[in-house]
Structure formats: structure tokens, C-alpha cells
């Protein structure tokens, strides 16, 4: 089993910059990929960044390109994701979600454990 434990949401206003960070636990040498969703109320979750463990490539929403970062420290079993040039559209929890296996990264049914969740609001 791999626990994820997400942190670092807050409230910020339009143009700024928040990073989340996805803290991982339990069997982590087995994970393949770690990514981050987020969703908004009465949407679906969506997709936004995926980065594979050992070889550091890196996957992004078209919404998020040249905003977002996502990166890893393997030493530390974490994940981050910096971002920039926030704007009220990326008003979402964000979650934390962890692969086992080699497929297709953006999509939900890939990831085997999910963290609980980090606000992220954006004021305009």
C-alpha cells in the first residue's frame, strides 16, 4: 500500500503562485507514475500534471503548460507542483494520485492511490 499526503493549498489572489507538495508512504519503489488532478464542484476532475518516477518525465494540461512545474525529490518520496500566474479558473481541490503500472498518465483510472485533497482558491 502507498499513502499520499497532500499539502501547501491556500487562498491567493489572481496572478500569484501557490506550490503543493505530495508527500508519499508505504511501498513507494513500486510506483511508476505520480500526477495531480483537481476538481471543481460540479465538474469532473481533470488532469492537470504527471511526472514518472524514475525517469522524471514530465506530463501537462494544455491549460497549464508554461505555468505549472511539476517535479520530484525521490530521496524524499515527494512530488511538487509549482504554480505560477495563477487565475480563478485553477480554483480546484487538488489531489495527489499514484500509479503502479505503465499506461496512458492523464487519465484517472491509471492511479491506484489518491491522496485527500488540497484546496487551491484563486480571487480575481
Known amino acids: 500500500q502507498v499513502q499520499l499526503v497532500e499539502s501547501g493549498g491556500g487562498l491567493v489572489q489572481a496572478g500569484g503562485s501557490l506550490r503543493l507538495s505530495c508527500a508519499a508512504s508505504g511501498r513507494t519503489s513500486t510506483l511508476y507514475a505520480v500526477a495531480w488532478f483537481r476538481q471543481d464542484p460540479g465538474k469532473e476532475r481533470e488532469f492537470v500534471s504527471a511526472i514518472s518516477v524514475n525517469h522524471g518525465r514530465v506530463y501537462y494540461a494544455d491549460s497549464v503548460k508554461g505555468r505549472f512545474t511539476i517535479s520530484r525529490d525521490n530521496a524524499k518520496n515527494t512530488v511538487s507542483l509549482q504554480m505560477n500566474n495563477l487565475n480563478p479558473g485553477d480554483t480546484a481541490v487538488y489531489y495527489c494520485?499514484?500509479?503502479?503500472?505503465?499506461?496512458?498518465?492523464?487519465?484517472?483510472?491509471?492511479?491506484?492511490?489518491w491522496g485527500q485533497g488540497t484546496q487551491v482558491t484563486v480571487s480575481s
Open positions: 494520485a499514484a500509479s503502479r503500472i505503465l499506461a496512458v498518465v492523464t487519465k484517472e483510472a491509471t492511479y491506484n492511490y
